[in-house]
């Protein structure tokens, strides 16, 4: 089978232990036929939750670099999918050489969760970001930075379908073609997403088990699955269903190992049958 390959470039934090951001994209992507040209926005030595004495790289100047010499190169370039920014000069550098080249753009704006900021930004680096997703193609926010977006009160953990509806009415505003709410949950046994299609005007929701620990890295998986599914044109909503069928494996295998949650999710004996799922929807698309 024949396909146009994507080029598409990520940009993203690269963290040692803890399997998170762009370390692991990558593999998920490229198991989703997309060839990864990586944008490292921060690099880590392990993620943020729960460790101490993490060694943290700054890498502003780097990523000012990796622009500066992208535009004297003509390489093949189909779109973004972005995640964690270290601060607002990233993203406004990214903003403009995307703009300059009419890249798509498939954003996660990462910056909250729980009703609270990340720490180290301020309403400016949500002003710049509210900038960044205006007139991406989609958006995935969490609850916390959907209403961040829209400068819409926080919903907090009791909210119905109604909610969700005008928020994301809200976020039309920004004038995406799609919005996926990420953590969206009206019973305690399950979690998905919410897909607002602006062309439509449809939302539809897709739920998998719920399981009562804290897993660290899962959105970046789901991120990269359906950013896959976007750059090759294909039913958000069917990748969806095969994004979170996949997220469902990888957790209870990882539970089933009895480590340390920190250490990251165990998603690599599921990769073949990504790819696989994924060549069949490329194969019916087709």
């Not at 900021?117 to 400016?124: I, K, R, V, W």
């Not at 809200?170 to 919410?194: P, Y």
């Amino acid at each position: 089978m024949n396909q146009i390959t994507r080029s598409v470039i990520v940009a993203n934090d690269v963290v040692g232990v803890g399997k998170v951001a762009l370390s692991s994209a990558l593999p998920v992507l490229s198991n989703c036929q997309i060839e990864v040209i990586p944008m490292p926005t921060v690099l880590l030595s392990s993620h943020t939750g729960g460790f101490d004495k993490i060694a943290i790289t700054d890498l502003t100047q780097a990523t000012q670099g990796f622009i500066k010499q992208w535009e004297t190169l003509d390489f093949p370039c189909h779109g973004l999918i972005t995640g964690y920014f270290k601060n607002q000069i990233q993203l406004e550098d990214l903003a403009k050489f995307a703009s300059e080249h009419n890249l798509p753009r498939f954003v996660d704006p990462i910056m909250a969760d729980n009703g609270r900021l990340y720490a180290g930004y301020e309403q400016d680096f949500v002003k710049a970001m509210r900038e960044f997703c205006t007139k991406s193609d989609v958006i995935m926010p969490n609850l916390t930075e959907a209403c961040l977006l829209a400068d819409y009160p926080y919903l907090g953990e009791t909210y119905d379908k109604t909610d969700i509806e005008q928020l994301c009415e809200r976020l039309s505003h920004l004038h995406n073609k799609h919005i996926i709410l990420t953590g969206v949950s009206f019973e305690d046994d399950n979690v998905g997403l919410a897909h607002y299609d602006s062309k439509s005007g449809e939302i539809t929701y897709h739920f998998s088990k719920a399981y009562p620990y804290h897993f660290f890295g899962t959105g970046d998986l789901v991120t990269a699955v359906l950013g896959a599914g976007y750059f090759h044109d294909l039913s958000l909503d069917d990748v969806a269903k095969v994004a979170l069928n996949f997220i469902d494996k990888t957790l209870q295998r990882t539970l089933s190992l009895n480590r340390d949650l920190r250490f990251g999710l165990s998603y690599e004996p599921y990769l073949a049958d990504l790819a696989l799922q994924f060549k069949q929807l490329m194969e019916e698309k087709a």
